[in-house]
């Protein structure tokens, strides 16, 4: 139900550091992972919220 919103978000800023976070976020819980790595990797700021997600992604990718 969010989806819709996170794409409106991008469409008028491709760039919109939160909006990709956010939405890797919650591809990351609904078991999207591929997805979610695609946004995360957009994400340019690297904080450590960035990197736990990061983190975690790697973890699922190598089981």
Do not use: W
């Not at 969010?2 to 591809?27: M, R, S, T, W």
């Not at 450590?48 to 973890?59: D, G, I, N």
Request: cysteine-free.
């Amino acid at each position: 139900m969010v989806f819709p919103f996170f794409e409106k978000a991008l469409e008028f800023d491709a760039d919109n550091q939160d909006a990709l976070y956010l939405l890797a976020h919650i591809l990351y819980d609904f078991g999207e992972f591929d997805s979610a790595r695609i946004y995360l990797d957009r994400v340019r700021d690297k904080n450590s919220s960035v990197t736990e997600l990061m983190q975690k992604l790697r973890e699922v990718s190598a089981v």
